[in-house]
Nanobody, 124 residues
């Protein structure tokens, strides 16, 4: 069992940056692939970024490629999402998720554990 707790969300102006953190419980954190997803009001949850267990593979949605970076610190049991050049359309609740399979696919159904989400609001 893994528990995930996101933090770092908030209100930022367009063009600004935020770094989201997702702290995980459990000794097997290093064996999981990790992903970030988001859900805007009235929209379905969508994939943002993912990192395979090994870290060799990372995946990004086209809408965030070049602006967002996913990273993982196994020593701190934490995964991060660095978000730069934020746009109003990035406004959403952001969720981190853990995939026992280790692949980190851009498919939410591959993920076994989810955090409660953190709100990111980007003003124009």
């Amino acid at each position: 069992q893994v528990q995930l707790v996101e933090s770092g969300g908030g209100l930022v102006q367009a063009g600004g940056s935020l770094r989201l953190s997702c702290a995980a419980s459990g000794r097997t954190f290093s064996t999981y692939a990790m992903g970030w997803f988001r859900q805007a009001p009235g929209k379905e949850r969508e994939f943002v970024a993912a990192r395979s267990r090994s870290g060799i593979n990372t995946y990004y949605a086209d809408s965030v490629k070049g602006r967002f970076t996913i990273s993982k610190d196994n020593a701190k049991n934490t995964v991060y999402l660095q978000m730069n050049s934020l746009k109003p359309e990035d406004t959403a609740v952001y969720y981190c998720a853990a995939d026992r399979g280790g692949l980190g696919a851009p498919n939410e159904y591959e993920y076994d554990y989810w955090g409660q989400g953190t709100q990111v609001t980007v003003s124009s």
